[in-house]
């Protein structure tokens, strides 16, 4: 009974936690723009962070190792050095796109400008970083996400096309704007296999002591949780596909996403849309600095934990308290949350492969995870995958640099 518990509890604390502000910027501007073709995108990318997601707990549970301890100790740091400052720098970037994704939201409710919320919206999560639990941030703000679930109650009122919905199943490209078309696949995929879900979830299932018997709960959480999140994101385009669209607005702020769940709920739509976009991102405001924290604290060898004092984990705990603040600045300095969210989902794909390959050696390496080791299926989605995604950035972002 304890563990059907756990995998409810990780099934839904998955789906309130998986919208953050890459998925919800790349959703909007995929669907206002292009209606339903990038769909593909979202499918595509949700199998292999399922899969990318199950491994990480199978890591954990069988070698009680985090992810990056075992890519530092199988390959040694001179190596792990590598996908550490990929990580490290793509994580800020996405910090600081998170903390705009909770200053925007307060400023569509108050109509004072985002920069004037950076700083305090970055004590606000470093204050609950340094008084809560592993626990309090899995479950606890990740429950107040499932207001994101709007999305989905918006998309069912609004009676999509199942025919219109399935062609979006197949890869087109678009006769204009081929560019930033591409550009945006790119960013929905780096925005849903984003590494440090998978770094943050094996730490979270080691700080949570899993073993050998957690494996079915793992593989329900990461399946149906992920999955079902996903869900979440499609609503996000499919909405903005139908209300957007047709109205020829192009989503290049979050002022004029905003106007997506107007046309179901009226003037709380408006409401719910601030809601869902300040507690989606400050969530993963939260799990971006604990991961930052966890993988240097982990290549290193220093202690760490979110339930350890911070005493007892003292330079863990500074590394994400100088995170916090230094990805705020960003906010402070006034850059356009929404452009940078766009550009650090292209970048988190171009990283993928360095980060992505030791995890793929690891899962197939008997010392490690014995005979839990990956099958060809799971090899072949994820490596498929990240070279479609990495070969589609090196082309993309240069184009849509040159185009913009």
């Known amino acids: 009974m304890n563990k059907i518990f756990e995998i409810a509890l990780g099934i839904v604390t998955s789906i309130g936690g998986f919208l953050d502000v890459g998925a919800i910027a790349t959703a909007a501007e995929a669907g206002s723009t292009y209606s339903f073709q990038l769909i593909w995108a979202f499918v595509l990318g949700t199998i292999c962070v399922v899969f990318l997601v199950e491994m990480s707990g199978r890591l954990a549970a069988i070698s009680k190792h985090t992810l990056a301890a075992a890519v530092r100790e199988r390959f040694g740091f001179n190596f792990y050095i590598i996908p550490l400052v990929a990580e490290i720098v793509v994580d800020f970037l996405v910090l600081a796109a998170e903390i705009g994704g909770v200053c925007i939201a307060l400023q569509l409710v108050t109509g004072i400008s985002f920069q004037w919320f950076a700083l305090p919206v970055a004590f606000a999560i470093w204050l609950l970083l340094w008084k809560g639990t592993f626990g309090l941030i899995e479950n606890g703000i990740s429950l107040l996400g499932l207001i994101t679930l709007a999305f989905v109650v918006a998309t069912f009122k609004l009676h999509p096309s199942l025919t219109q919905l399935g062609s979006g199943l197949l890869p087109t490209v678009p006769q204009q704007d081929t560019a930033h078309y591409l550009y945006l696949a790119v960013g929905i995929l780096g925005a849903l296999i984003s590494p440090y879900l998978f770094y943050f979830y094996s730490s979270g299932a080691v700080e949570d002591k899993w073993d050998e018997g957690y494996i079915g709960v793992n593989r329900a959480v990461a399946g149906l949780g992920m999955g079902f999140g996903s869900i979440v994101s499609l609503g996000v385009l499919i909405v903005a596909a139908l209300v957007l669209g047709p109205k020829g607005i192009q989503v290049d702020s979050y002022e004029q996403a905003a106007l997506m769940l107007t046309e179901t709920f009226g003037y709380w739509g408006f409401v719910l849309f601030a809601a869902s976009l300040g507690i989606a991102c400050f969530g993963a405001a939260l799990e971006v600095s604990l991961d930052t924290a966890y993988i240097v604290a982990q290549a290193f060898g220093w202690n ?46 171009v990283i993928l492969p360095p980060v992505i390959i030791p995890f793929l050696v690891l899962m197939n390496d008997e010392l490690y995870v014995g005979k839990y080791r990956n099958g060809w299926i799971s090899n072949s989605v994820v490596i498929f995958t990240i070279a479609l995604t990495f070969v589609l950035a090196i082309v993309a972002i240069p184009l849509e640099i040159i185009g913009g």
């Open 304 to 349: 760490w934990g979110e339930n350890l004092k911070p005493k007892d984990a003292a330079r863990f705990s500074l590394v994400y308290t100088v995170f916090v603040f230094l990805a705020s600045l960003l906010m402070v300095f006034g850059i356009d949350p929404l452009q940078l969210t766009l550009f650090s989902m292209a970048i988190t794909a």
